[in-house]
C-alpha cells in the first residue's frame, strides 16, 4: 500500500475552511499579519501557508474573536 504524500503547504481556500474566514477575510488578516506567500507556479492571488503560519493566524483569529 501506497501512503499519500504528506503536504508541505496549505492552500488558501483549505486555511479559510480550517479558520472559519471567508476568502476575502483570511486574505485581509494576511496582508495586515504578513503572514502566508504568494504560491508559485499558479495564478497570482493565491497564497498558501506553512503549518506555522497556520498556526499563527489561528492564534490571530482567537485573539480578535475575544
Do not use: W
Not at 477575510?25 to 493565491?46: F, I, P
Amino acid at each position: 500500500m501506497m501512503s499519500e504524500p504528506t503536504r508541505k503547504n496549505i492552500d488558501e481556500g483549505r486555511a479559510a475552511v480550517l479558520l472559519g474566514l471567508t476568502r476575502d477575510q483570511l486574505r485581509q488578516l494576511c496582508e495586515n499579519s504578513g503572514l502566508g506567500c504568494e504560491e508559485s507556479g499558479k495564478t497570482s492571488g493565491h497564497r498558501v501557508f506553512t503549518y506555522e503560519e497556520l498556526y499563527r493566524l489561528c492564534r490571530l483569529v482567537m485573539q480578535s474573536a475575544e
